[in-house]
């Protein structure tokens, strides 16, 4: 399952892309982790392409964002209009938690906010 | 109800839900469910299949986890009906009730979301225990 990320300034923008089902999160969870690990202290992650989102995804999701924000850092979610996500993320109140955008660029400027 | 037009079965482990996930596209096709219901059908069987996986103890490895996929009704009332049994630990998942969802990110606990998920997607959820097995079954208007 394809991850990868591209710094800017102070802020990672992490790219997720497939089914982040169990073994997709599986499959990504050591890298996602030392992706947000704080290198950067605002982190974006574009689920943009992510054609399904599990709670086992959402799980790595809340992981993460913990783990950065104990380090002083920060999570955000651009969904652009993947629909699926986005209404998974809000059934579950995740996007209460960590912020949620449709628009990248006001996604980056939450996490450096 | 109406009978079952398509069953699956897979062992209930971590590794073999993909593959129930594949037979419910399949079938979801030859049946001309709407993609964006099929999905919908997908995520809830996903998050089934894995709270049995993680929580329905040893006894559910010594059988296979069956699945069945129906049509009831027709009209307006016309669902797909996904029932999932198993032969884990009694578990009522249509009245269990969800975590309460935190109210800050330090609080959030990352597990016990599947259950929410379920019941925030699904029309209808019923549940029955029957000769030593679960049978869950979930529906979605379509």
């Known amino acids: 399952m394809p991850i990868d990320f591209a710094d800017k300034d102070n802020l990672r923008l992490i790219m997720i892309d497939g089914r982040l089902d169990s073994a997709g999160s599986d499959e990504i969870a050591m890298r996602f982790a030392a992706m ?57 109140g995740i996007s209460t938690l960590v912020p949620m955008f449709s628009e990248l660029t006001l996604a980056e400027q939450a996490a450096v906010a | 109800m109406g009978a079952p037009l398509s069953q699956f079965a897979i062992n209930a482990d971590r590794s073999e839900i993909r593959s ?10 030859q049946y001309g469910v709407p993609t964006n219901k099929a999905l919908v059908l997908d995520q809830c069987l996903d998050e089934v299949l894995m709270n049995i996986v993680m929580h329905a103890g040893s006894s559910a490895t010594q059988t296979p986890v069956e699945l069945e996929f129906a049509i009831n009704g027709a009209g307006v009332g016309k669902e797909i009906a996904i029932t ?25 606990e990352p597990g ?26 979930f529906a979605i208007l379509v």
């Open chain 2, 84 to 108: 999932v049994s198993d032969s884990g630990r009694p578990f009522n998942s249509a009245e269990a009730s969800p975590k309460p969802k935190a109210v800050s990110l330090q609080e959030a």
């Open chain 2, 20 to 29: 129930a996930s594949s037979w419910l596209e399949k079938t979801s096709l």
């Open chain 1, 36 to 92: 947000s690990s704080g290198a950067k202290p605002a982190v974006v992650v574009d689920l943009s392409k992510v054609s399904f989102l599990s709670s086992i995804g959402i799980r790595l999701i809340i992981q993460n964002a913990k783990s950065l924000q104990n380090k002083g850092g920060k999570m955000i979610l651009f969904v652009g209009d993947n629909e699926q996500v986005s209404t998974t993320l809000d059934s579950t």
């Open chain 2, 112 to 137: 016990g979301l599947g259950l929410a998920i379920i019941k925030g997607l699904s029309s209808r959820l019923a549940y029955e225990f029957r000769n030593g097995r679960n049978f869950l079954t």
